[in-house]
């Protein structure tokens, strides 16, 4: 199984291909990372010399160096040290064949297509024998990693930033209409279901309290705010769910925590498997707004 799939050169001011390796996957992973190259180079200029960008089974590693940047997609179970190194070789090769003028100068999309035979020479290399053929090299990296970490890379915050710089996203921050998210799945609807039950308990409960609390001497009315409370926060769960927010991190995990200290204020008014229920569901719901990603653009790399 080949652990090397793709390889992009790119240059960091304007993202402009340069090269790439030709491929012959038919992985829809792969073509995914592959249209996340283009939105990746586009905002290089702004992410640091190394990262790396994790999927669920292929992973996306780059540096930028002089001016170029070089990127590949590889199986998850490749050591990140020799990705790097595979970066490394192919910075190298890649310096040996064209002046940075000649790179300064490209004015059209892949003017250097022919160094794919070079790049599909390194990945055979590192594919059939596991790596490079002098280990001090690979020593040399690993120790380079270990003193200057690559970052990881949310992806997400890359398309929001790319958009910002080209103007794209500024009516979008307020509405979110100029970002779409990922289907919704079955496991979604589900919570999505469950948390407009939740939200119907409270605000029934907290009614029904309301009713005897204004007749009485207002003892019960934190009761009642905490109710209502927590069916504010499940209906905005729904909301940040379905429909995309800037750091929807931060925002989901202060209605978890608000759910959870109300549900916890109740506990004389509810028992034990009520609360499991009300904070589990709660806990669904965050998990999924987390993991739901913005979708693809339409745009790919081209090659």
């Known amino acids: 199984m080949s652990l090397i799939l793709f390889a992009f050169v790119v240059r960091v001011r304007d993202g402009l291909p340069l ?20 939105t990746i180079s586009k905002a290089l200029a702004g992410l640091p010399d190394k990262g790396i960008i994790e999927g669920r089974t292929l992973n996306t590693f780059f540096i930028s160096s002089e001016g170029v940047s070089y990127m590949t997609v590889c199986h998850c179970s490749l050591p990140i040290a020799k990705a790097f190194c595979f970066l490394e070789d192919l ?12 790179v300064a100068l490209a004015a059209r999309p892949y003017p250097f297509l022919e160094f794919d035979s070079t790049i599909q020479k390194l990945k055979q290399q590192y594919n059939q024998r ?6 001090v090299t690979l020593a040399e990296v690993q120790e380079d990693l270990r003193l200057h970490p690559p970052q990881i890379i949310n992806l997400d915050e890359v398309e ?11 009516q979008g921050l307020g509405s979110g209409q100029n970002q779409r998210l990922e289907p919704v799945t ?3 609807i589900l919570s999505l279901v469950l948390n407009i039950m939740c939200a119907s308990l409270n605000v029934i409960r907290g009614v029904h309290l309301m009713e005897y609390t204004f007749q ?36 989901s995990f202060a209605l978890l925590s608000l759910i959870v200290l ?13 609360l499991v229920f009300h904070v589990s569901v709660a806990s669904l719901a965050t998990f999924l707004i987390l993991t739901r990603k913005l979708q693809d653009r339409n745009g790919d790399c081209g090659v």
């Open 19 to 38: 090269s790439a390796s030709t491929d012959f996957e038919h992985n829809r992973e792969l073509q995914e990372r592959k249209k996340q190259l283009r």
């Open 216 to 251: 009485d001497d207002y003892d019960g009315i934190w009761n009642v705010v905490a109710f209502l409370l927590a069916f504010l926060c499940c209906v905005f769960q729904c909301h940040l769910y379905l429909f995309y927010s800037s750091q929807k991190k931060v925002k």
């Open 130 to 135: 596991g790596g490079p053929a002098l280990e």
């Open 160 to 170: 929001l930033t790319n958009g910002i710089a080209n103007g794209h996203v500024e």
């Open 262 to 274: 109300c549900n916890l204020f109740l506990l004389g008014l509810r028992n034990a498997w009520q």
């Open 91 to 102: 910075r190298w090769e890649f310096t040996a064949c064209f002046k940075s003028t000649v």
């Open 186 to 188: 079955a496991l979604g």
